[in-house]
């Protein structure tokens, strides 16, 4: 199985910072990476698929960049909303596999 | 508007089978071409992905199950079901139905659409 692994487990941030999470792939994915968003109590949601695109509806402020092992999530200027933990996940191979989360929390 | 609705006892005893049914609403399993899959998350921790069924019937699960794991469509219901046998405690989770895009849509591979979840708790 392909491990995900992401960093930090937690941030804290203000409204109006840039904020970055990291997802590192035991092994190669290409760009076979997505970010999902999930606020308590809630699904989570698709943000980001194939490591940088945009899924439709998603704030712009949210990008993806990565391939092969290392990838991030940028947040541009951090929201309210925004506030929530993200997942990781590679659709390289079955077993699908997701990062154990990373939680960003109001400073 | 796509809508998924995972349906199910929210109790179960230990070393019996859990069952769910997603009810998928807004589009047809058996014409659109996308895969349908289970994801369940642990009280306080992450995801992990069960199974994932494509509309023709083909399917996927996870090894870490041990072949515990069924999974189903049924088209004239437009529903996927999850059999999961032998349980434990440690199946505790908020089960997740969940559309995945396959190879004729830009999100392959991603889970695009999400039900809301069900929780199931294995107790005796």
């Known amino acids: 199985d392909i491990q995900m692994t992401q960093s930090p487990s937690s941030v804290s941030a203000s409204v109006g910072d840039r904020v970055t999470i990291t997802c590192r792939a035991s092994?190669?994915?290409?760009?076979?990476l997505g970010w999902y968003q999930q606020k308590p109590g809630e699904a989570p949601k698709l943000l980001i698929y194939s490591a940088s695109s945009l899924q439709s509806g998603v704030p712009s402020r949210f990008s993806g960049s990565g391939s092969g092992t290392d990838f991030t999530l940028t947040i541009s200027s951090l929201q309210p909303e925004d506030f929530a933990t993200y997942y990781c996940?590679?659709?390289?191979?079955?077993?699908?596999?997701f990062g154990q989360g990373t939680k960003v929390e109001i400073k | 508007q796509l809508q998924l609705q995972e349906s199910g006892p929210g109790l179960v005893k230990p070393s019996e089978t859990l069952s769910l049914t997603c009810t998928v609403s807004g589009d047809s399993i058996s014409s659109s071409k996308y895969y349908w899959g289970w994801i369940r998350q642990p009280p306080g921790k992450g995801l992990e992905w069960i199974a994932s069924?494509?509309?023709?019937?083909?399917?996927y699960d996870n090894p870490s199950l041990k072949s515990r794991v069924t999974i189903s469509v049924d088209t004239s219901k437009n529903q996927v079901s999850l059999k999961l046998s032998s349980v434990t405690a440690a199946d505790t989770a908020v089960y997740y139905c969940?559309?995945?895009?396959?190879?004729?849509?830009?999100?392959?591979?991603?889970?695009?659409?999400w039900g809301q979840g069900t929780r199931v708790t294995i107790s005796s």
């Open positions: 069924i494509y509309y023709s019937g083909s399917t």
């Open positions: 092994q190669g994915i290409s760009s076979w």
């Open positions: 996940q590679q659709a390289n191979s079955f077993p699908y596999t």
């Open positions: 969940a559309r995945l895009g396959s190879s004729f849509y830009d999100t392959s591979g991603f889970f695009d659409y």
